[in-house]
């Protein structure tokens, strides 16, 4: 479904991705894999379309979208949780997630992905008048992944959801997911956790100074001696 | 002697000329929440909302006040035009381009304006003039009513807009968190334009109000956006309800520097109060955080 092929992206002079190629299928619970600087964010940030790659191509259905504003790629079904959660702190839990729904087709469905991310996180709906700010870091999570679904993503992107959370809320947040995925939503997760990511994934890319440098399977990435090295540490 | 009624009437013309500044400033504002963007050339708008109202309430004879829709649409359109041409184009990049394009376009309508109306100052003729009601024992010009209602009018629909409605809450989201309002779905580039006809249209009004009360010339703009300045940052960059009680604080303590030490302390005044802000409190009256 989603097919980025030999993409190079640069911050100004400074090249951040280089030859980077990854495909995701329909269905499939993929995590991109690196340390902090590697490029993962880099990576999400290009296929919303906040970045441009310079060369290269982003498919989404066969259909080209890495020259489209980045609005136009959420109507086409792709949604993006960002790293550090990046709600609107003024706003109330509702009108967080409403913000979500405000593209043509969601819009006219508004009601029904509400009462689904409430009954996926019964929490947001006994806090929705309350101001996200006041909202715990575990609670902030789930409404930023409960906003980017009210968009009724195909694909959903997530850019560290461990980041500041601690094991407890983390199994939540990874339970939800699979719980998406079962709903049919395929999800890309960015970690530098490796224990959560092997926790989720069914397919693995390792990700190294803005180049892909492994990929496969997550129990041929659990074998991988230069991965164990490297990120399990034993 | 001074009464106490005098002191009351200056207050009242303090209120008026902080009317003027409330459309002039919570416009500013609202550009700099959302978009970043510092629009030097805010003030042109409401000098051409003014000239607008002007032109038509002359050439027809009619009620300036009906030509208020009017000053609206070209003082929003010239916005639109702005960020269309100009501001859009070079957004995120350095302040000072954003500094010259805004400069450049004050100059542009500033000349436009003397070309059009020459270079007199003008007063837009009201039926209300010498008419005058009494509350409480003060007289009320019926032209200095309609400017506090009508700014009143305006900054309530203005809330409405930014608090209840669909599009307003977009704007909020923009300004509160531009990239993840992006990652969301929210075509920003139509919430910036949004943004700056809706200033602009404030604008319109507030010069259509202020030709009738005070006078109008080609090179009022600068000193108005000036102000707008002067004000956002006194009550808070990015508060829109710090650049309303600011625009009231500052109208009537430049009204009493007028009326106790005369009309070349005016400016003066105002920037003492934003001098003093900033050494006490330097995110502003409304400012949140450092």
């Known amino acids: 479904m989603l097919e980025v092929n030999q993409i190079n992206v640069f911050y100004g002079d400074l090249q951040a991705l280089w030859g980077v190629s990854l495909r995701v299928e329909e269905g499939e619970k993929v995590v991109l894999l ?14 919303s379309g906040l970045l441009r790659p310079k060369s290269g191509e982003i498919r989404f259905f066969g259909e080209r979208i890495d020259r489209l504003p980045p609005y136009k790629i959420v109507e086409k079904g792709i949604s993006h949780v960002p790293e550090g959660r990046r709600l609107f702190p003024d706003m109330t839990v509702l009108e967080n997630l409403m913000l979500g729904a ?57 850019d560290e959801p461990s980041t500041g ?70 | 002697m001074i009464g106490g009624s005098i002191i009351i009437q200056v207050l ?18 609202l550009i700099f929440g959302v978009t970043k963007v510092i629009n030097l050339a805010h003030g042109e708008l409401i000098m051409i909302g003014g000239y607008v109202s002007f032109w038509l309430a002359v050439l027809t004879g009619l009620n300036p006040y009906l030509f208020i829709p009017l000053a609206v649409a070209v003082s929003s359109v010239i916005s639109i035009v702005f960020y269309s041409l100009g501001f859009h ?29 020459k270079e007199d ?82 604008a319109g009004v507030g010069g259509a109000l202020l030709g009738v009360i005070l006078y109008l010339n080609p090179y009022m703009g600068l000193g108005l956006t000036i102000m707008a300045f002067t004000i956002v940052v006194f009550g808070g960059m990015g508060s829109i309800l710090g650049a309303v009680v600011g625009a009231i604080i500052l109208g009537i303590a430049q009204q009493y520097a007028v009326f106790f030490l005369g009309g070349e302390w005016s400016y003066a005044v105002a920037f003492a109060l934003l001098i003093l802000i900033l050494v006490l409190r330097p995110q502003g009256l409304f400012g949140g955080g450092g």
């Open chain 1, 34 to 47: 690196g340390s902090n600087g590697a490029g993962k964010t880099t990576l999400l940030k290009t296929i």
């Open chain 2, 121 to 202: 100052t003008r007063v837009v003729p009201s039926p209300y003039r010498q008419q005058f009601i009494v509350v409480g024992g003060f007289n009320l010009g019926v032209d200095q009513l309609i400017t506090i209602a009508g700014t009143a009018i305006v900054l309530l629909a203005f809330f409405f807009f930014i608090m209840k409605t669909k599009w307003g809450k977009m704007a909020r989201a923009v300004s509160q968190n531009r990239e993840a309002a992006m990652m969301i779905g929210v075509n920003v580039v139509r919430i910036d334009m949004l943004t700056f006809a809706v200033s602009g249209a404030m």
């Open chain 2, 12 to 29: 009242v013309w303090g209120i008026i000329l902080g009317c003027i500044y409330a459309l002039a400033a919570s416009g500013f504002s």
């Open chain 1, 102 to 158: 405000y593209t043509p087709e969601a819009e006219k469905r508004m009601g029904d992905m509400l009462e689904r991310v409430y009954n996926m996180f019964p929490i947001l709906r006994e806090r929705r008048n309350q101001l996200a700010e006041t909202l715990s870091g575990g609670e902030q999570q789930m409404l930023a992944i409960g906003r980017a679904l009210m968009s009724n993503p195909k694909l959903l992107l997530l």
């Open chain 1, 165 to 234: 959370l601690g094991p407890i809320p983390m199994e939540k947040v990874l339970n939800v997911l699979e719980q998406i995925n079962k709903e049919g939503v395929t999800i890309l997760l960015v970690e530098q956790n490796v224990h959560y990511a092997l926790k989720l994934a069914e397919r693995v890319y390792l990700l190294e100074n803005g180049r892909i440098v492994a990929s496969g399977s997550r129990d041929e990435i659990v074998k991988d001696e230069k991965i164990k090295k490297a990120y399990i540490g034993i």
């Open chain 2, 89 to 117: 184009k070079i957004m995120g990049a350095e302040k000072l381009r954003e500094a010259f394009l805004a400069i450049g376009f004050t100059y542009v309508i500033e000349n436009m304006a003397v070309l059009m109306w």
